[in-house]
């Protein structure tokens, strides 16, 4: 046998990329760019805005001014030297924003429309530019004015990069306020939500307490609203008309008291699941050999279940602080002067047009919700199986007395949900709170109400089954090619960061960015803009991470030798995804369908600056509605959007069972 030890070490020879691996690489990079440009592009944008800063340099302009008889004598006035001697403008109303303008006329107090006295102004520089009507000037050449024409002289603002509106931004008090204000409310809501949430979840899954089943249906319900109605309740409740102000001992739901209230609402399911989940995996063993050592209830609670739990309560926790901190919906409705950094963004963007000082609140607003993701992402990187092969399922012993004080506790929870849904839906029935409690369905006359009328539920339907069939394709295809591709390992890596990323930006911000990249006349995808598409690619994007972290945790669960004996066969990888992967994975796709659905009808804040009066949703009419005065019908509207997703929930678990009882028909065997 020859020696080989002695042959030279040639170069490693990379294998040739098959057409399946270019075909999934493609695929791959195809949604890759659909992110950075529905995602990445946009908070860019968002960010660049935020550091740009617009001003009017009034040193660039320069007058003359004849006499009666029309002659001049070349006297030339320079802008910052008129208004330095009129006083016209100042300081403050010389930084402006990107549509900022300034009329001429009050550097010459003189001045009358009516006067035979022409004018001519230029620019100094060559990039300068002044509007007569609406015609933009540049150059530096001078143009002569009758005094009517002069009139209609606007100077427009020169834009530079630096960090002045977030000096303005923090030197602000009531603005700088909000950030204190909103930290503060989303932990005093986390830390009653989180509780609340863990014993309703202990209690389901650690006491055999009847009525589960029910007691799990309700604590899910306020995932199927939007977060504005339970403000839309507490204002029944509580408001200045409520039925049960006198408890608030003269206190006013207008404010913290009203938002925290919402937000445990709205937040609750989410902590619910999170922490059901992380209850539900536990050794038996444990609790077995804490019984041995004589150990008390309590010390077990704290030493076995706390511990076992540790890592969901953590999640939790962060999951609702993301979601109070930056929701819109409730604080907008039931805050009063209690201002927060999602509220902020809508009043400077729709109340001032002030798309700066918007950019740089959504930036500030970025921060903390990353940072609450980035350390949940921390967290459960750390966590452990609880399980092992040798673990055996706890299940709970009877005990009247635990199990009577579950129920009772569990009972007031869902007395607390179903309470503000059935007061939205009686607010809705009513003709005239409090003067006239008769029923009638006048408040269902959306066409005769601000809002959109029936045909924003009808967008709203339409933009929600978008969402649904186009990123439940997208999302899973998109999680098949990052979870089965050979190789590529930095650019499956990018693409995971990018499908992490949706979940850390608030809606308010996406939508934002959407207006500051997609509202570009020089941007190609302008078209898009105002159409029912940018709300759909929205609300795909905004809702992206938990789809595809759902539809990965099925992927993970089929077996690599599927991709293995589809290649020794010669069977292309689209045939096996379409035969084999789709069919397996179907449970997981009706739920990233449901998910996307329900979320796209529930939206405001990832919308709430994209829609056209063509385009108007139900959910943003429930705002408007609300903002005009219709709370009835705006509880109404509400209403009719659970109901929707009540009804799309039921209609996902019938088609669920009748298409896996065909498809998955192997898991019986």
């Not at 389901?204 to 009525?211: A, D, G, H, I, V």
């Not at 008291?257 to 609402?265: E, L, Q, R, T």
């Not at 609750?268 to 050794?283: G, N, V, W």
């Amino acid at each position: 046998m020859a020696d080989t030890t002695s042959l030279p070490a040639g170069p490693i020879v990379k294998g040739k990329l098959s057409r399946d691996d270019i075909i999934m690489r493609g695929g791959m990079l195809v949604i890759a760019l659909y992110l950075v440009v529905t995602l990445v592009f946009p908070l860019w944008a968002m960010l660049s805005k935020s550091f740009s800063t617009y001003r009017m340099e009034l040193s660039q302009y320069e007058f003359q001014v004849s006499d009666e008889s029309g002659n001049f004598d070349g006297t030339i006035l320079n802008g910052a030297q008129l208004n330095t001697e009129t006083g016209a403008y100042s300081d403050q109303e010389l930084s402006t924003g990107s549509d900022g303008r300034l009329s001429v006329t009050p550097f010459f107090p003189d001045f009358s429309f009516r006067s035979p006295v022409l004018y001519q102004i230029r620019n100094t520089v060559p990039d300068g530019r002044f509007l007569i009507g609406s015609n933009l000037q540049k150059g530096t050449d001078w143009i002569e004015l009758d005094s009517n024409t002069f009139r209609r002289v606007q100077l427009r603002p020169v834009k530079a990069t630096g960090v002045d509106n977030f000096i303005s931004y923090f030197s602000t008090p009531a603005l700088f306020n909000s950030i204190k204000n909103s930290l503060w409310i989303a932990v005093v809501s986390t830390v009653i939500t989180v509780t609340l949430a863990f014993w309703f979840a202990y209690a389901l899954n650690r006491s055999c307490m009847r009525f589960k089943g029910v007691f799990r249906l309700v604590a899910m319900a306020p995932i199927l609203v939007p977060s504005l109605l339970p403000g839309i309740a507490l204002v029944y409740l509580f408001g200045n008309q409520g039925m049960l102000k006198e408890l608030l001992f003269g206190a006013s739901i207008y404010g913290p008291i009203g938002i925290v209230i919402g937000s445990v609402f709205f937040t609750f399911p989410h902590a619910f699941l999170i922490i059901s989940t992380a209850l539900a995996i536990s050794d038996a063993r444990l609790y077995e050999a804490a019984s041995s050592l004589r150990s008390t209830p309590w010390r077990t609670f704290w030493t076995v279940t706390i511990p076992g739990a540790r890592y969901g309560l953590i999640s939790a926790a962060f999951v609702v602080f993301n979601l109070v901190i930056t929701d819109f919906g409730l604080p907008k409705v039931i805050g009063g002067q209690f201002n927060v950094l999602a509220v902020d963004i809508y009043k400077q963007v729709i109340g001032q047009q002030n798309f700066e000082m918007g950019a740089v609140v959504s930036v500030v607003l970025v921060v903390p919700a990353i940072l609450a993701f980035a350390i949940d992402r921390l967290v459960q990187s750390k966590q452990v199986a609880l399980l092992s092969a040798r673990s055996v399922p706890y299940q709970p012993n009877p005990n009247p007395k635990t199990d009577r004080i579950m129920l009772i506790y569990c009972s007031l929870i869902a007395l607390f949900i179903v309470g503000l849904l059935a007061v939205c839906q009686f607010a809705a029935l009513i003709k005239f709170w409090p003067y006239d409690l008769s029923l009638s369905l006048n408040n269902y006359q959306f066409d005769k109400m601000d809002g959109g009328g029936w045909g924003s539920y009808f967008n709203s339907i339409k933009m929600a089954l978008l969402t649904a069939v186009i990123g439940t394709s997208i999302v899973f295809f998109g999680a098949y090619l990052v979870e089965k591709s050979n190789g590529f390992k930095t650019g499956r890596a990018l693409f995971q960061m990018f499908a992490m990323l949706p979940m850390a930006i608030p809606g308010m911000v996406l939508g934002l960015a959407y207006i500051f990249f997609f509202n570009n006349p020089s941007n190609p995808l302008n078209a898009i803009y105002g159409t029912m598409a940018i709300l759909v690619i929205c609300s795909v994007t905004h809702f992206y991470t938990v789809s595809h972290l759902t539809a990965v945790t099925a992927l993970k669960q089929m077996d690599t030798e599927f991709e293995s004996v589809s290649a020794s066969l010669k069977q292309p990888t689209m045939k096996l995804f379409a035969r084999v992967t789709v069919p397996v994975c179907l449970p997981a796709v009706l739920d990233i369908s449901i998910y996307l659905f329900v979320n796209a009808m529930t939206t405001v804040s990832a919308v709430v600056f994209l829609y056209s009066p063509k385009t108007t949703l139900a959910s943003i009419a429930v705002l408007n509605m609300d903002d005009a005065g219709d709370i009835a019908p705006a509880a109404a509207m509400g209403m009719m959007i659970f109901y929707t997703n009540a009804g799309a929930r039921i209609l996902h678990l019938i088609a669920s069972k009748g298409i896996l009882r065909r498809t998955q028909a192997w898991r019986n065997r």
